[in-house]
């Protein structure tokens, strides 16, 4: 029997998201991965840096270790390339990072099946998502559904998808002076306070 790490959940990580989807995804994670001391917040807001207080707050009143504002770039009129940077600049200091994407978290998935430009309109990366998986459904729905598995189908290939988002970002920062995706740095962190993760008991659920 494989041997569970033993990590203290004294030493938490927070996600904050103003996405229903993102944080139904997150809390997937957190479910297949045994992540015990990962909380995720949905948290409806209406500017980033709204979104990016909302995170300090509750990081502060529940006395987490590390947390993180995790959006896209569509979901906000202030989410530009300056103003980012500028709050990571800001808030780093404080163990409080920003997770983004160009687009949606589809951007993130469909990573884990090809190479994007970082151009891609949803139609699209709905399309390659449901090219690998044709059950798929860009929904809260699915994912609570039919859908309950579409973490652990992706585990196996997040080191693809790290690779992939590594390629997609130095052409894409040429162009637009961001990254198209950072997450990279979101699951590293999520690694460095939670630990191994333990899915094996769960890997009889994915059915591909």
């Not at 990962?38 to 947390?67: D, F, N, W």
């Not at 884990?112 to 430009?117: A, D, I, P, V």
């Not at 002076?177 to 590293?188: D, F, P, R, S, V």
Request: charge should be positive; include cysteine; charged fraction near 20%.
């Amino acid at each position: 029997m494989r041997k569970r790490i033993k990590i203290d959940i004294k030493n938490p990580i927070l996600i904050v998201t103003s996405s229903e989807l993102t944080a139904t995804f997150f809390a997937q994670m957190r479910k297949d991965c045994r992540y015990e001391n990962l909380t995720v917040v949905h948290s409806p807001s209406k500017s980033l840096k709204e979104l990016v207080s909302k995170t300090a707050r509750l990081k502060s009143s529940g006395k987490y270790k590390m947390a993180w504002a995790v959006f896209s770039f569509s979901e906000f009129a202030d989410a530009l390339p300056q103003t980012v940077v500028e709050l990571e600049n800001t808030y780093a200091p404080r163990k409080i990072g920003l997770a983004y994407t160009a687009h949606s978290i589809m951007l993130y998935w469909a990573l884990h099946f090809t190479q994007l430009t970082g151009e891609e309109d949803a139609n699209a990366l709905n399309a390659i998502i449901t090219k690998y998986v044709p059950s798929f459904k860009h929904s809260v729905e699915y994912l609570k559904g039919d859908g309950a598995s579409f973490h652990l189908m992706l585990f196996p290939k997040k080191a693809i998808a790290a690779a992939n988002a590594l390629a997609l970002n130095s052409s894409y920062r040429l162009k637009n002076g961001i990254e198209a995706i950072n997450y990279t740095k979101l699951i590293n962190s999520i690694n460095d306070y939670c630990g191994e993760a333990d899915i094996v008991k769960n890997q009889k659920t994915v059915t591909g």
